[in-house]
């Protein structure tokens, strides 16, 4: 009887430690789909409007959500490991004229994003619908196949307000040899491979935010093709 309920107190505490742990397990899963990729400076998609033609909408009326410290900080680059889907996550820098590239980029080909498809389109200016997307342009830090600074983006969005605003960053700094501190968030709306835009953030650093001062959501589409956030798919609209 004694080695009987022995083993009935063994297997109880087993099946509770079992319980214990499903259910610990559950609620960090959940907490990591639900949680921000970054913490208060983010945007989720219910403070976006839909997309109705324009590239990008201004955040926080357009002023970034940097910190005292930030501005502090030695020139620096950060980028978010992969998260359980592939997904690349928050790239943040201060970048300068140290920071630029030396040398001619190199393929980037070997890299496969999230959400990435290889599909063209005659609808769209070079024919493929996507990109491999430097969330930190190429041409303000050198960083090139890192796969953490690389997502899914349409055409439309890399060569259009993407590069738009890398490029006015980057004449800044060529023009004056100032910092200007740069963090880009693709935001994904739960489970999707697919971001659903990046929201980027600068502000020039001697100045504090005078010259260079934007923060912005940029939609990550095309026009003229409905595209299935979940998994990348494509088709004419």
């Known amino acids: 009887m004694a080695k009987r309920s022995k083993k009935r107190n063994i297997f109880i505490t087993v099946i509770t430690l079992i319980i214990v742990l499903t259910l610990t397990y559950q609620n960090e899963i959940k907490t990591f789909l639900t949680e921000p990729l970054i913490e208060n400076h983010t945007y989720t998609l219910e403070n976006i409007p839909a997309y109705n033609g324009k590239a990008y909408v201004t955040v926080n009326d357009n002023k970034p959500n940097f910190t005292e410290e930030d501005y502090k900080k030695e020139t620096f680059e950060s980028y978010s490991n992969l998260d359980y889907l592939k997904r690349a996550g928050v790239a943040y820098a201060k970048v300068s004229k140290e920071t630029m590239p030396t040398k001619e980029r190199e393929s980037i080909g070997m890299i496969?994003?999230?959400?990435?498809?290889?599909?063209?389109?005659?609808?769209?200016?070079?024919?493929?619908?996507?990109?491999?997307?430097?969330?930190?342009?190429?041409?303000?830090?050198?960083?090139?196949?890192?796969?953490k600074n690389l997502i899914t983006c349409t055409r439309q969005t890399n060569v259009g307000a993407m590069l738009n605003f890398e490029n006015e960053v980057a004449e800044y700094i060529k023009n004056t040899n100032n910092h200007v501190l740069y963090r880009a968030t693709p935001i994904y709306e739960n489970t999707n491979l697919l971001a659903s835009g990046i929201q980027i953030e600068a502000s020039s650093v001697e100045d504090k935010c005078k010259d260079i001062c934007f923060n912005v959501y940029i939609y990550n589409v095309q026009d003229g093709i409905t595209i299935d956030y979940t998994n990348g798919n494509s088709y004419l609209s």
């Open 112 to 147: 496969k994003p999230s959400g990435w498809h290889t599909i063209k389109y005659d609808i769209v200016s070079g024919k493929y619908l996507y990109n491999r997307c430097h969330l930190i342009g190429y041409q303000l830090t050198g960083e090139n196949a890192n796969e």
